[in-house]
């Protein structure tokens, strides 16, 4: 069984410009979950989305953003990027909605400069 | 505000000498404890669930316990491959997952 996959793996950008990220969970996962992962904060739940709903949002400002699609595959958005959006962003899946049993994929590393 | 707190932040250990993690947490109706190993580069590799005071959970090396206030990653004869950071997370009445910031292990031969 496939993992989860996510590209691109590594981007480097601007301050200001937007990036999109991408995500395609395990077969027959309906939920996706986002993280950003820093050494200074260590691992972070920006939002879940299940069934191409969105389902919680954790405390991040509105420049992040996300959406599913109706395959499950996910995607999610950061406008305007400032130099401490520079992280490691990882998705997770899971069958059901909430945190139990996800898997993670292996993450994009962002790096703006 | 649900809290989680590891311990020690590094450990190292000699192949074979068993010892145990320490996961503090607060959190409001908890839904679930979990536990993650991730290795450097990678994501976090899902290792066990649990739900409530008094479960415990094995895998090969590793057993999980679980009180009302704490959970412990116990480690029997490490080998060097289990050297990775470990990290705990809950999950309260949000389904919000709060992480601790790991425990780095090494494992030495």
């Known amino acids: 069984k496939a993992g989860v996959t996510q590209t691109p793996r590594y981007l480097i950008k601007t301050r200001g410009q937007q990036v999109t990220l991408s995500c395609s969970p395990i077969s027959g996962h309906r939920s996706v979950s986002w993280y950003q992962q820093t050494p200074g904060q260590g691992l972070q739940f920006l939002f879940e989305?299940?069934?191409?709903?969105?389902?919680n949002k954790g405390n991040f400002p509105g420049r992040f953003s996300g959406r599913q699609f109706s395959n499950s595959r996910s995607e999610m958005n950061v406008s305007t990027l400032e130099l401490g959006d520079s992280a490691l962003y990882l998705c997770?899946?899971?069958?059901?909605?909430?945190?139990?049993?996800?898997?993670f994929g292996p993450g994009t590393r962002l790096t703006v400069t | 505000e649900d809290q989680v707190t590891q311990s020690p932040e590094a450990l190292r250990l000699q192949e074979g000498e068993s010892s145990s993690l320490n996961c503090s947490y607060t959190v409001s109706g908890l839904r679930g404890l979990f536990w993650y190993r991730q290795d450097p580069g990678k994501g976090p590799e899902f290792l066990f669930t649990?739900?409530?005071a008094g479960e415990e959970k094995e895998k090969e090396r590793l057993k999980a316990t679980l009180t009302k206030k704490e959970s412990f990653l116990h480690i029997t004869a490490p080998k060097p491959e289990d050297s990775a950071t470990y990290l705990c997370a809950v999950s309260g009445g949000s389904y919000i997952p709060t992480f601790g910031r790991g425990t780095s292990l090494i494992v030495h031969p």
């Open positions: 649990l739900y409530s």
């Open positions: 997770a899946s899971s069958f059901d909605r909430g945190p139990d049993e996800q898997y």
């Open positions: 989305y299940f069934s191409e709903t969105q389902r």
